[in-house]
């Protein structure tokens, strides 16, 4: 893999309720791209943590980016341009994996540039990981179904055991 000519930390926020790998293929090209990526788990407190607690998702994030110099994941909230500027990056990067995804992307970046002069740069999955959804994941994994294919294997197994915790 090539490396950036000269680095730019960038921002790539999400909430990660699982991280999956259409999210570590963009963060794979963000860092090979830039050079150093802020992983921002985001959480708002008003609301649910959702299925793993955000130092669980936290840690399951670290541990499926081991890999990668210059990958860091932490926890923020508040909206994304606002971590973006707590992190002090140069840039947002999103994921895309539709078409449809670019029309609300591109919305939220105009309004994010607007706020605070952040830009936002989209990164497209890989072609095969297109369909991959945190949400879907969550579901297949709710009814049984091994989702080995669409997350490390130490994440299917995280949500075998919070999924059994649950139906206990």
């Known amino acids: 893999m090539a490396t950036a000519p000269s680095a730019q ?11 999956h790998l259409g999210h570590i293929d963009v963060i794979e090209q963000a860092n090979e791209l830039f050079g150093e990526v802020v992983v921002a788990v985001m959480h708002n407190h008003a609301k649910p ?14 541990d499926a980016l081991a890999h990668l110099d ?12 606002q971590a973006a500027t707590r992190a002090g990056v140069d840039f947002i990067v999103k994921g895309l994996r539709a078409a449809g995804d670019f029309e609300a992307e ?3 970046a105009h309004n994010n540039y607007a706020v605070t002069g ?5 990164l497209p999955c890989r ?16 009814y049984g179904e091994d989702v080995g294919h669409l997350v490390p294997q130490h994440i299917a197994d995280a949500l075998r055991t919070v999924l059994a ?4």
């Not at 930390?9 to 991280?19: A, E, K, Q, T």
């Open 127 to 142: 072609p095969d990981l297109g369909y991959v959804s945190s949400r879907y994941v969550r579901e297949i994994a709710k």
């Open 49 to 62: 943590s959702g299925l793993f607690a955000v130092d669980h998702r936290i840690e399951l994030a670290r």
């Open 118 to 122: 952040v830009r936002t740069v989209f």
């Open 9 to 19: 930390r960038v921002l790539y926020p999400g909430s990660f309720d699982p991280i």
């Open 106 to 108: 591109q919305q939220m």
């Open 70 to 81: 210059g990958v860091t994941v932490e926890a923020h909230e508040g909206l994304a341009v």
């Open 165 to 168: 915790d649950e139906r206990s």
